[in-house]
């Protein structure tokens, strides 16, 4: 009676359309409680006594095949919740060994989910996909294939490889297809193991069934992105299956959404927009299938725009035409011109994209890419600053670098600031309009340099010491090359206060480190001290010096002034001493001796 | 010479040094499983209340980066309004993720929606990862039947199943429906005589 209750809440549970699911009262018992747990702390409570009883359970002899099956399937679902059970491991591997498929599979299914292919048990598994490879069921030899695509490294390549160039040619085309994707995966791992067997990729392209085919593009992509000019053979071939999916002569098994074979489309607009690039001839051909596709795409469905998107990437990327330029144009003022906020977004990517061909694009979506630029999304407002970097000019570079400088102080993700901050210094450099405009620069971008500080110290890689670099050239560069500006520069004391806050905060940071730039940095500084000695002497006789000033000046005169020799180190000292004499109730100045 | 910070430079200096050849030799590491431009990284399916029923990592992550990679795209994606991007940038990647709400809870008012999130290379097609979602949401719903949070629940490893038809190595494999939907059966019925026959 108890049984056929189980049974019959299992088949209620799990059985819509699924099969009996053969899970034990137990496991149903163990995931709802873990649905119905209030908290992670009770979540992981739960888990571990599951662990813990699954370890005893487990080392018994003599435990059934089935009742093995589902230990296998609760230590998968503990991993997956992120608690280890590496002591199931070698049980999985095992039941990779059985001869039923049902157990073979789950042992592959565990064994894939549970180790990486640099684990020590993979030598355990290997023969047994060897084995499994040859054999006469072809769903064997999937599971077989799909294990093989995650855990051969580079050192067991050789080992299936022969056996996966066989599968190629297998009469089930789930057979080849998979050992399409297997030979990718090993490509991938080791390009040189596999480099005799390419051609089998260009053979595969030439299948009957299209599914093989569709996979076939993976690997050719990336083939082709490593090496263009050996596959420009292919494009002729490229375009026709182009045609030929357009034109709706694939099965309709391949339809999504009323779009045929949107996503073979896709894959071959991607790898075209490669053959293409920079190739008068390749692009030809392309063009009149690009046309058609434009035509007939159904703007209405998010598929369609997936592949109106791509179309806009390819045209963007091979050698230009005018016709399609203008009909991506037209694609992207209605991206841009939609409520829904992911067309929007792929509206502001297209549009960076063309803008690299024709810049005038941008004008007409101005009021567009602003409304973007103020939306709450933040998606979409990056979306926009990156496009804002492709299109500044000399004209537009204050306002932009000041909007670019203001998101970034307002964000958290310190990943995305520093990226903010270097492009904020590459425009900079790139378009600064006057040395006005740069000092205020700095002045604003002291404040961000400090956050930008507290970044150095946790980041460690070479860009945030470029941005340094750069911008410590921007202030001491944009002192001004003429002695009048620079006087009234050198009066203001609060840049003065900067540059030496900025000063003893790289020496702070890279203080004993030998970093190249580090150097640089140290040494455009001290350059621009010493010439700084001259006017600082001359302003020291001047009464009145408000006293922070002072200090920056003593310590600049007591670090550089004797350094290129013009002045002895008593006269230097002589001058100091007026000084303190006139200051005598400020102590800090006193320290700066 | 007036030493401003003289203790923390050396300390922070070699922490520099450290930390920068690390970032450097774990970037050379990352670049080398980037080698294909285009792939999915991994593909994680949560519970408005951020519980995890579904994860298939295609690059490599420890479990303890693994926990670390849920609770953050928990955090940043389970706070979006209904009408921002399907998109997020996340460490200079990006996550794709779209919210499922079974046809049946709708019907019966019960607010249990499922996320599926992948996450891709930054210059990936996202629309087209947004329509790959919603294909693997179309043949669960064509095996489980308008499948729901539960149906998930239960049947995570036939999910694992169907899920390793339509992605393979982090790459799109069938994109036909019904060659999936044959496959699977095909298994599913060697299944059931293997069960039946236990008994």
């Known amino acids: ?593 | 010479m007036v030493r401003l910070y003289p203790n923390r430079c050396q300390l922070v200096g070699s922490a520099f040094i450290s930390g920068f050849l690390i970032s450097l030799v774990r970037s050379f590491i990352i670049d080398y499983y980037l080698f294909c431009s285009f792939q999915i990284h991994f593909v994680i399916l949560i519970s408005r209340q951020g519980k995890v029923r579904l994860t298939k990592w295609y690059s490599p992550y420890q479990q303890k980066e693994r926990s670390t990679v849920i609770r953050e795209l928990s955090g940043l994606i389970l706070t979006r309004g209904p009408k921002l991007c399907n998109f997020v940038e996340w460490k200079g990647f990006k996550v794709v993720y779209r919210r499922h709400d079974s046809i049946i809870l709708v019907i019966l008012n019960l607010y249990a929606s499922l996320y599926f999130c992948i996450c891709i290379d930054p210059d990936d097609n996202e629309l087209e990862i947004l329509e790959i979602i919603h294909h693997f949401v179309e043949i669960l719903d064509r095996y489980f039947g308008s499948v729901c949070e539960l149906d998930l629940i239960f049947n995570f490893h036939k999910a694992y199943y169907i899920l390793d038809e339509i992605l393979i190595a982090g790459e799109l494999q069938e994109s036909s429906k019904k060659t999936v939907a044959r496959l699977i059966a095909a298994q599913v019925n060697v299944t059931e005589r293997c069960v039946s026959l236990a008994f």
Not at chain 1, 50 to 73: T, W
Not at chain 1, 112 to 119: A, E, G, K, M, V
Not at chain 1, 175 to 181: D, E
């Open chain 1, 1 to 593: 009676m108890e049984q056929l209750k189980t049974i019959g809440r299992e088949l209620a549970m799990g059985s819509q359309g699924g099969g009996w699911t053969g899970q034990s009262k137990e496991f149903l018992d163990l995931v709802k409680s873990i649905g119905e747990a209030r908290s992670k702390a009770e979540e992981d409570r739960i888990i571990l006594r599951e662990i813990e009883s699954l370890r005893r359970r487990i080392a018994e002899p003599d435990v059934p095949r089935r009742r093995m099956k589902e230990y296998i399937i609760r230590l998968v679902y503990a991993e997956m919740l992120g608690h280890d059970a590496s002591f199931g491991y070698i049980h999985a591997v095992k039941m990779t060994h059985d001869d039923s498929l049902s157990l073979k599979r789950t042992g592959y299914l565990a064994v894939t989910l549970f180790l990486s292919d640099d684990h020590d048990l993979i030598i355990l598994i290997v023969n047994t996909i060897q084995k499994d490879l040859r054999s006469d069921n072809y769903l064997i030899v999937c599971a077989a294939l799909t294990a093989a695509c995650k855990l051969i490294n580079e050192e067991t390549i050789p080992a299936v490889l022969p056996q996966v160039v066989d599968l190629l040619a297998h009469p089930k085309e789930a057979v080849r297809k998979k050992a399409v994707m297997a030979l990718h995966r090993f490509y991938q791992r080791s390009p040189a193991s596999v480099s005799h067997l390419i051609s089998n990729f260009r053979k595969r392209l030439c299948d009957n069934d299209p599914g093989v085919m569709g996979a076939t593009l993976c690997p050719l992509f990336d083939l082709i992105t490593a090496d263009v000019n050996s596959y420009k053979d292919l494009v002729i071939s490229f375009v026709s299956i182009l045609k030929q999916v357009a034109e709706r002569r694939l099965p309709k098994a391949y339809d999504y959404h009323q779009m045929a074979a949107p996503f073979i489309q896709i894959k071959l607009l991607k790898i075209l927009a490669l053959l293409g690039s920079g190739d008068k001839q390749a692009s030809g051909h392309i063009y009149n299938v690009l046309g058609d596709i434009f035509r007939k795409c159904e703007s209405s469905s998010n598929i369609g725009n997936a592949v109106l998107y791509e179309c806009i990437c390819c045209v963007s990327s091979i050698y230009p035409n005018a016709k399609l330029l203008d009909a991506a144009a037209e694609s992207t003022s209605k991206f841009l011109k939609s409520e829904s906020h992911n067309l929007k977004y792929l509206g502001i990517d297209a549009l960076g994209r063309l803008i690299k061909i024709n810049p005038d694009v941008a004008e007409e979506h101005q009021l567009a890419v602003i409304d973007c630029l103020e939306d709450p999304d933040d998606t979409l407002k990056r979306k926009t600053f990156e496009l804002l970097y492709k299109m500044t000019k000399s004209t537009n570079v204050e306002v932009i670098v000041d909007r670019m400088i203001d998101y970034m102080i307002s964000i958290n993700d310190n990943h995305y600031k520093t990226e903010i901050a270097s492009r904020c210094v590459e425009l900079a450099e790139q378009f600064a309009p006057s040395n006005q405009w740069f000092i205020q620069f700095s002045v604003s971008n002291n404040f961000t340099f400090q956050t930008m500080n507290k970044v150095f110290e946790h980041a460690g890689d070479l860009v945030n010491v470029r941005v340094a670099h750069n911008l410590m050239r921007l202030i001491a560069e944009g002192f001004g090359e003429d002695d009048e500006g620079a006087d009234s520069q050198l009066r203001s004391s609060a840049f003065n206060i900067e540059l030496l806050f900025l000063h003893s905060e790289l020496e702070f940071i890279y203080g004993n480190s030998t970093h190249i730039a580090a150097k640089i940095l140290n040494n455009i500084l001290c350059n621009k001290f010493l010439k700084m000695v001259n006017s600082y002497l001359r302003i020291l006789g001047e009464p009145k010096l408000p006293s922070l000033f002072l200090q920056v000046i003593c310590w600049v005169l007591g670090e550089y002034g004797t350094a290129d020799g013009k002045y002895s180190a008593s006269y230097i000292i002589g001058k100091l001493c007026d000084v303190t004499e006139a200051h005598l109730c400020n102590d800090t100045v006193k320290v700066y001796f």
